[in-house]
């Protein structure tokens, strides 16, 4: 199974719902402030924190967008998810923060990116299933908490 998710944030996103009904599988698609995508099992506008978590903890592979939330907590799933940005060009958000994370935490191998969508098929493809399943401590989380926690 494939989870994605959009997170919670209003701007629309439909590129990235649009491009996963092309993905031939078992989509399961968390889409937030959108309409709900076609071609997917099972499609949730918004779901509990804990459920959501879950989700993640099943799925084979994790695609989502580039919010630090829903990076790390796939990351706490097991993952190197899939991690496509919301772009200021298309509407998406604000500006290109996202983008910038993306950059950056995919050249240390925590993401996968995808900032041309029609990538999408191939990057979930190489993501497969890779768990992370020690209990070691994360330098990804420790980082983003530090930087979180410094006055």
């Not at 779901?47 to 829903?70: I, K, Q, W, Y």
Request: charged residues 20%.
């Amino acid at each position: 199974m494939i989870f994605a998710t959009v997170g919670t944030h209003g701007q629309p996103f439909s590129r990235f719902l649009d491009a996963l009904a092309g993905l031939n599988d078992d989509v399961v698609v968390q889409y937030g402030h959108n309409a709900p995508p076609a071609g997917v099992r099972e499609a949730v506008a918004f779901m509990p924190f804990d459920e959501l978590n879950g989700r993640m903890r099943e799925a084979d592979v994790v695609v989502t967008h580039a919010g630090v939330g829903s990076v790390l907590c796939a990351r706490e799933a097991g993952h190197v998810p899939v991690v496509v940005p919301r772009l200021h060009r298309f509407g998406e958000h604000v500006d290109d923060h996202q983008l910038e994370l993306v950059a950056a935490l995919g050249q240390d191998g925590h993401v996968i990116p995808v900032t041309d969508i029609s990538d999408l098929p191939a990057a979930v493809q190489k993501a497969g299933r890779r768990a992370d399943t020690t209990n070691a401590p994360k330098p990804l989380h420790a980082a983003v908490r530090a930087a979180l926690l410094t006055p």
